[in-house]
């Protein structure tokens, strides 16, 4: 229903989107072409999908939703800014790493990559973070439907939202501490959670129970509970 909702952004039932109005439904319809709006229309979409200004959902092809959006996206900015100062405050941080090269081990099925894996020689914790970035939301029913995607739970299409995906990486490392100790090249590790937002986000005061165990909010707050363990 968001595609139709007049006041929703990147409705992708836009004319924006979809500058060739159909006026009825014969075999051979009546068209309204205006090139100014094909213009405006294709720069739209081109420069949104390039910049990943436009959300993940409004994609259907697997390589737009997933392999293209995910390396387009500004969210991994802040992934690197998370590592960065994770590395300033004197940790190793590995940014947009695959489960599998940390375990040396072939999954049956793609994991999905850890946004900043960080870790200390003379520590036992290694974070498994979840890096988000709120700064493209234009609204606040834009940063709560972004959110939405982060209860731990699985969709509708019985696909696990981001938070359970993120929740299943750490599971697979908490499984497998050998093949953690050996990448992170520490003894005896211990598998921490973080999920590191772009400023205050409502998870930081809500009682989600998929959330317990993890550490979340900004950057700032990760650095202080770096600190205290």
């Known amino acids: 229903m ?9 409705r992708r039932l836009s004319i924006v989107s979809r500058p060739i109005l159909q006026l009825d439904s014969s ?3 009546s068209l309204i072409v ?12 081109v420069a949104g999908a390039h910049r990943a200004d436009l959300p993940q959902n409004f994609f259907k ?19 690197k800014n998370v590592a960065d100062r994770l590395k300033e405050a004197g940790w190793e941080a590995r940014l947009e790493i695959n489960v ?6 072939k999954f049956p099925f793609d994991v999905g990559d850890i946004d900043v894996l960080a870790w200390k020689h003379d520590h036992h914790d290694v974070w498994v973070i979840e890096a988000k ?13 972004m959110l939405s995607d982060y209860q731990g739970e699985n969709k509708t299409n019985g696909e ?59 950057i700032e707050e990760l650095i202080e509970a770096l600190k205290a363990t």
């Open 133 to 145: 970035d709120l700064s493209q939301a234009r609204n606040h029913s834009e940063i709560a439907h």
């Open 61 to 79: 092809t697997e390589g737009l939703r997933n392999k293209w959006w995910g390396k387009a996206s500004e969210g991994h900015s802040h992934a």
């Open 100 to 105: 599998p090269h940390v375990l040396n081990k």
């Open 160 to 218: 696990p939202d981001k938070l359970l995906k993120h929740l299943q990486r750490v599971g697979h490392l908490q499984d497998d501490l050998d093949g953690v100790a050996r990448f992170c090249r520490i003894k005896e590790p211990t598998i921490r959670s973080a999920l590191i937002c772009s400023g205050v986000v409502p998870m930081q005061f809500a009682k989600i129970d998929a959330l317990i165990g993890t550490i979340v909010g900004d």
């Open 34 to 45: 205006a090139p100014h709006s094909m213009r405006g229309g294709f720069r739209y979409l």
């Open 2 to 10: 968001r595609d139709i909702f007049p006041w929703a952004f990147s």
């Open 27 to 29: 075999a051979n319809p």
